[in-house]
């Protein structure tokens, strides 16, 4: 039996939007909201693709997304706009938010967009990309939906793992797209660990003595270590603060306790807060000289000479091109284990299995 | 004999600023630059103020350096500028980059500059810290001037230790202020090492096997790690990388292969990139309840819980604002070693020595 099933894309989009208006979606937005997950599936983002599908709809159940949302803008200038999301899925309040940063940029040479009153909305490179068909720089930040990590040298946990992507084009090359948690692990990562009965690497976490936790399955009792870890996370801290500070507090969002934890309260709004920035490289000098100066650089990077045992040199976001790529020629991956959670949810909302 | 000394700012600023008009500055850039180092110092970033007197000086009687550069304005849009630095002082740039940026996010809401030609320019925060003053938000991007950083799994050292700055304006509060390398350790600190005889911690450096790197006289055999170290330093490449390319591939400056190690070529230019932007949050909400709202989440982390024997938890800049306001009071503290530099420095140019 294997251990994963492939799906054809559009296949997957359209069981995923089936079931968001069955709950209660206009069709548009569902397909806009299933189109994004698919293709955070495609990309490798797994832990923000798919798997997301029966929380969102627990969520949306229980009343706790506004399933008819009014996105408002609710000032603009020239480089920057504010969101009011309406409580609506945060896929439809960062595409939104992406989209008017484009806009903008094309005009200002550059343009930040904040959100407030959004919610989880994937993976953070799914819109900083945004910005590469139109030749544009993207940058993406999220306060995360559940704080693991607490100040250095605490034991509260008041932050979260929160997330910044960045999204370069290249000419020749893929684009350069980096996308992670200001953790030296992301919690799904320790999730995934328990799943599979593994133990930690010494560095995810620690328990509230300080002392090194390596059982996933007591990960309840510890704290994630900030990027950095027990020597730099201090960094990893002062990054997930900022982060949180510029896509939450700036915009009127949920940062340090105001942080509903999605994972455990699914009917209070989360008053999630996301920031995404566009910038056009020509309002810098020539577009096509930088794509090709990018070019040049990943060519130097890549052909650097490797230390033992290292087959070779990755790019941020390269193995996610080849992935997206390998999903588009041979469909999308799902695990067995997501495919009878997937069965289930489609008998329970009556919609059509997977085939 | 102590092996500090204290001067009062004034004293310090204008014997900085006398040694610059004794290679060829003009008055005001002199005493824009000696201010600017003064208050690097004065804020604890040691290793990038009057410590870096000589080697401008020395980078200046080379002819590496202009002292008379035109900075100029290449294009600029609403939000966005772009200078060529002239092959200036770097601090000239990019205090006149940051005047720029935050004029136009008076306006615009938020404004991105980046500079070429240009040069080394202190620490990144005192740039981001122009924001304060406006009550805005500055971030600051460089790319370093020397490469000690290779990709990850790589030998060849093609990245610097990119720095990246952040300063949030808070209300009652100190500002928090972000400003660090993106590699574990700044090379600062292994040369702070070696100077006192001491080893470095594992982590910090590896050699061209892989292996750990104890020994600061060994440096030069070895490769720094990037944030995250061995066991996510991916990431701390991949921000090194972000970071570079921001600051310098978008603007035409240096970056790989491209950027000098003005450590040991003190004449050819080194095409410094860098980038400033400000962020008014009176485009984001009602900017006293931000400020406010900062308040309350300094708040938060400062009361968390504490690990076993963690006596206060700070916020990223807390201690250089406590040390600047000492600095004010007690006089800026110069180590006997860089006090003996100065003088020989002094008498070689023949200006005053400092007392």
Known sequence: MPSTRRFDPATLQTFVARSFIR????????????????????????????????????????GGVNTRPRLRITQERAATAHIDGDNGMGHLVMKR??????????????????SQHSNHAGPASIYARMALPEGMIGLYFA???????????????????????????AGNEPPIVLDMATTVAAYGKVKAKAQRG????????????????????????????????????????????????LAGTLNGA????????????????????????????????????FRDNVDTLINELRNSERLPGVERIWMPGEQSFYKRIDCAANGVPLSAALCDVLDTLADRLGVARLV
Not at 143 to 165: E, F, K, Q, R, Y
Not at 210 to 230: C, H, T, V, Y
Not at 281 to 288: E, H, S, T
């Open 254 to 289: 949920a940062m340090g306790k105001a942080v509903i934890d999605f994972n455990v309260d699914t009917v209070t709004p989360t008053n999630t807060g996301q920031a995404v920035a566009m910038i056009d490289p020509a309002a810098f000098g020539d577009p096509q000289a």
């Open 143 to 169: 306060v995360g939906n559940a704080n693991h990590l607490p100040p250095w040298g605490g034991l509260d946990m008041l932050l979260s793992t929160n997330p910044i992507a960045v999204a370069i084009p």
């Open 23 to 62: 709950v209660g979606l206009p069709d548009a937005d569902a397909h806009t909201i299933a189109s994004l997950m698919v293709e955070a599936e495609m990309q490798g983002s797994d832990g923000h693709g798919i798997i997301r599908l029966l929380p969102y709809i627990t969520r949306i159940e229980s």
């Open 97 to 114: 938010a992406a989209e008017i940063a484009i806009a903008k940029a094309k005009v200002s040479g550059m343009a930040w967009v904040g």
């Open 198 to 245: 593994e133990m930690m690497p010494e560095g995810w976490m620690i328990d509230r003595q300080g002392n090194a936790l390596l059982d996933p399955k007591r990960a309840a009792e510890g704290l994630l270590l900030p990027l950095g870890g027990a020597q730099a996370g201090y960094k990893g801290y002062g990054l997930a603060l900022m982060i949180g500070i």
